[in-house]
């Protein structure tokens, strides 16, 4: 079963691929149907308009990020890397519960995992999603899910510490 990190996420770069199709086959309409000699001009628009939410999307990427539990494994798949990070659930598990801000206007409840110690993230100054996503990448060895009815669930077992 995978548990994307933030769904919010998801559907912006699905929003964004969905205008960037939209742009590419309304502009080879008008460019087919039209006689004018001046559609480099839009073409060169369209071109840079893409480049820009290609780039917005690119910053987005390290967002999109699943877990999912495999035995008494838990892997954190990261959109567009190829390596995964798991955790054992065997071991001693660390935790933290955080409440990060996703977006303008709404905040993300989630919790940090790992078979270390680890900083705790409460001391970051301004918690927000990319940021901290951004530092446990770094690491390498934390994973960070949605605190939803299983992340609870699993906190509740005797092997899981509080940080």
């Not at 390290?62 to 190829?82: A, Q």
């Not at 659930?89 to 709404?106: D, G």
């Not at 993300?108 to 993230?121: A, G, I, Q, T």
Request: charged share 20%; aromatic share 12%; net charge positive.
């Amino acid at each position: 079963m995978k548990k994307y990190l933030s769904s919010y996420w998801k559907r912006s770069c699905l929003f964004c691929v969905f205008i960037i199709v939209a742009t590419i086959v309304t502009t080879a309409i008008f460019c087919s149907w039209s006689s004018d000699k001046e559609d480099y001009i839009l073409i060169l628009c369209v071109s840079l308009f893409i480049l820009v939410l290609a780039y917005l999307m690119k910053t987005i990427l390290i967002v999109i990020r699943y877990t999912e539990t495999i035995d008494d494994i838990i892997l954190m798949h990261i959109f567009g890397k190829h390596e995964a990070v798991q955790i054992s659930l065997s071991s001693t598990v660390y935790y933290e519960v955080i409440t990060l801000i996703e977006s303008a206007s709404t905040l993300l409840r989630c919790v940090v995992l790992s078979n270390e110690p680890f900083e705790p993230y409460k001391k970051v100054s301004v918690l927000k999603l990319m940021p901290v996503c951004k530092l446990i990448d770094k690491n390498n060895k934390q994973i960070i899910m949605p605190y939803d009815e299983y992340s609870a669930f699993l906190i509740g077992q005797s092997n899981f510490c509080k940080i």
